[in-house]
């Protein structure tokens, strides 16, 4: 037994945060990294009467965590967070011999991962907006189309690829931005156009099945989304229905970047081919309202609800993290290994 009765009482926030990621209340890569390791915090605080070594202290939380990574299986956010979390409370174990210190130093690592989530975002942002201003030529403002929701209610605020949306506006040279609906969950309608809206920015909403329409029509001249998870050759998971936007860009020649932390990268992946991609409930598709509201097919059909897709990274032009845009060699591949060695040098 590693804890006492009233440490086994207290509520397990970490056990509720599974859940609400699970059920898409919190949802996002970085926000689903960011709320399970505050979740686990709160717990920890509430745990001063763990009466046990700092190794069970650490081995309790690597515990919590690995429960905590098992929500959502595409995104790369979390596990990264729960690694590098786990690395901090097994070197305050090996320094310290109170529960409480590991407890601590898992605390504090949480919540400096909060501020550098919004940190790392406003980067993105000022190189993002710098990437699209170079990319002007004699136009003064240029329209950006977005999928899913990569802002503010995705991060722990400011926003991935809606950061950079957001920044290429406070710069002046945003002509409008277009969100997606986002089917089936419909994360642009209900949130990012929520965001945009807020913010006052000039905004357009489409359906997903309007964007190969909207590039025709020459009203776009970059597309931009975030990422769940980036390979180490720059193929990347994202929100169903980025491979075909980025396929639809690469059609009429508009530059598709993906905009994302380092966080998102994963670079023991060679390639995307084995990122797994999470299927959900057929209810999303069958029923209104991403699955809430009534039915709408037909009884009896099947159904196939991949929530993500790879996009390979030939239709990318470049993918915008807080260190800088990584773009392409003369041979046409992304070397994200070398811009990371490069970076972490720095
Ligand atoms: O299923 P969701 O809503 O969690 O999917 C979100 C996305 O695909 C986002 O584009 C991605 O997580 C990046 S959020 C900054």
Request: proline share 3%.
């Amino acid at each position: 037994m590693l804890f006492n009765q009233s440490a086994t009482s207290v509520v397990h926030f970490s056990f509720s945060i599974r859940f609400a990621i699970k059920e898409m209340v919190v949802r996002g890569a970085p926000a689903i990294a960011i709320a399970a390791a505050l979740s686990l915090a709160v717990e920890a605080v509430n745990l001063e009467t763990f009466q046990g070594t700092a190794d069970a202290a650490a081995s309790f939380l690597a515990q919590k965590l690995e429960y905590l990574v098992s929500s959502r299986p595409t995104a790369v956010n979390l596990s990264d967070a729960a690694t590098k979390l786990k690395e901090i409370t097994v070197k305050a174990a090996s320094t310290r011999s109170e529960a409480n210190a590991v407890f601590q130093a898992y605390i504090e690592a949480a919540e400096i991962m909060l501020e550098d989530d919004v940190a790392s975002n406003k980067a993105i942002g000022s190189y993002g907006a710098s990437c699209f201003e170079s990319q002007l030529n004699d136009a003064k403002k240029i329209s950006i189309l977005t999928h899913c929701n990569t802002g503010s209610l995705a991060t722990a605020g400011y926003g991935t690829a809606l950061g950079v949306i957001r920044a290429v506006h406070a710069q002046g040279i945003l002509e409008k931005a277009y969100c997606t609906e986002t089917r089936p969950f419909n994360q642009g309608s209900r949130l990012t156009a929520f965001e945009l809206v807020h913010d006052n920015i000039p905004a357009t909403l489409i359906a997903d099945s309007a964007a190969a329409a909207l590039m025709k029509a020459g009203c776009v001249q970059g597309v931009i989304v975030g990422a769940d998870r980036v390979a180490a050759n720059g193929d990347t998971a994202n929100k169903i229905g980025t491979y075909s936007l980025a396929v639809c860009a690469k059609h009429h020649g508009i530059p598709f970047y993906v905009a994302a932390p380092l966080t998102s990268v994963d670079l023991s992946l060679p390639s995307g081919e084995s990122i797994v991609i999470e299927e959900r409930s057929p209810k999303e598709l069958l029923n209104s309202r991403g699955g809430l509201g009534e039915q709408v097919a037909a009884s009896g059909i099947s159904v196939w609800n991949p929530a993500f897709d790879v996009t390979p990274a030939n239709l990318i032009s470049g993918i915008i993290t807080e260190k800088g845009v990584i773009t392409k060699s003369k041979d046409e591949d992304f070397d994200i290994k070398g811009f990371v060695l490069k970076v972490v040098a720095q």
